[in-house]
């Protein structure tokens, strides 16, 4: 089969790869109905973050059950099935907890642009829908294997509930669906920190109410001003750059919740500005894995439409177009069909 290799900064081929197989009994080998570019595969296609060896890319898939091992219990060939960038067995203590990101037993699952992939831990991992779904409903059931999961996560880590004042720092397709999740969470005010008139676009048909096009200082004098000098309950943090993480800091009220999920790069805080401010902190990987029999209902019902974040679709083979897209910021985020 042929997938997704990135070699060096800028250079992803679409290329012969290994076929997926069954290796230890707890595997799930699915033929992926959908996947997508990732803004976290973007950090080493700019050469931010190293490329040691070729890799193949992508950790967000939606499929059918091609195959399982002799030890998988819950899923069985033919299902429609959806999972996380990180397998997880789902019953370690962490796992209950609800941070199956930090799974004892947790693995990244990579490899996920091509037409077939392996699932570790398919018990743990793979939620099944009740039936195969119609076309029109993978973009969305795709977006919730990370983005809407993430964006979810980033709602419900900054304690986002009914009539919440919410900020959400970061545009790209987690930060938009960070604002779709609020609202579904009952916020009354939520303010979106964009610049970009076509996700700005997006960020009212979520639920934005006000759109914030200042940055840094000036980011966090506009959000005072429109909360009267309080500052928000709730603030999202969906980019992962020092400017966006003080800037979340900052808006948030004495007393108030950060949330961050997007990785850092560079980020360093000052210990006693966080003394002082008051904010609760809480991010990291989101654990999708927690959210993602709810967000499928609420998928299936109707409820919600994240997939409106593709705003490219592409054949897998041109993949390299899609990472060109949105390093370009020419998309928001591009869906690739193998
Ligand atoms: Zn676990």
């Known amino acids: 089969m042929r997938g997704a290799v990135l070699h060096s900064p800028g250079d992803v081929r679409f290329e012969e790869c290994d076929e997926p197989k069954i290796i230890a009994p707890t595997d799930a080998v699915i033929r992926v109905s959908a996947t997508c570019v990732c803004g976290s595969d973007l950090w ?8 040691e060896q070729p890799t193949p890319m992508g950790h967000e898939y939606c499929g059918i059950v091609e195959e399982v091992g002799s030890a998988v219990t819950s899923v069985k060939p033919g299902q429609f099935v959806i999972g996380s960038f990180f397998a997880s067995d789902n019953t370690c203590p962490h796992c209950k907890a ?11 699952v990579g490899g996920a642009q091509a037409p077939r992939l392996r699932v570790p831990l398919a018990d743990g991992t793979l939620v099944a829908t009740r039936e195969v779904p119609s076309d029109d409903l993978i973009p969305s059931l795709l977006a919730a294997s990370d983005v809407l999961g993430t964006g979810w996560f980033a709602a ?13 720092v970061g545009d790209g397709a987690v930060g938009l669906l960070a604002v779709l999740s609020a609202k579904q969470l009952g916020a009354d005010r939520i303010i979106a920190m964009s610049r970009h008139e076509p996700r700005q676009k997006l960020a009212h048909e979520f639920g934005a109410t006000d759109i914030v096009t200042d940055r840094g200082d000036g980011g966090v004098a506009r959000i005072k001003e429109l909360t009267k000098g309080i500052g928000a309950d709730c603030v999202l943090e969906c980019v992962g750059t020092q400017e966006s993480m003080l800037q979340a800091i900052g808006a948030a009220r004495p007393g108030g919740y950060v949330s961050y999920v997007g990785v850092p ?10 003394f002082f401010r008051h904010v609760h902190l809480h991010g990291g990987p989101a654990p999708v894995r927690r959210y993602l029999p709810d967000l499928i209902e609420r998928i299936w019902s109707g409820g919600i439409d994240p997939g ?13 177009e899609g990472y060109r897209a949105m390093d370009e910021r020419r998309a928001i985020k591009a869906l690739l069909r193998p």
């Not at 790069?265 to 966080?274: E, R, S």
């Not at 409106?308 to 390299?320: I, R, S, W, Y």
Request: one cysteine or more.
């Open 308 to 320: 409106k974040v593709f705003d490219l679709k592409l054949p897998l083979e041109n993949v390299a």
């Open 44 to 51: 080493p296609y700019r050469g931010i973050q190293a490329v």
């Open 265 to 274: 790069h560079g980020v360093t805080l000052d210990g006693q500005n966080l």
């Open 156 to 168: 419900d880590a900054a304690n986002v509930k009914r009539g919440s004042t919410v900020v959400v």
């Open 98 to 108: 609800g941070y199956q990101t930090s799974c004892e037993h947790r693995e990244f």
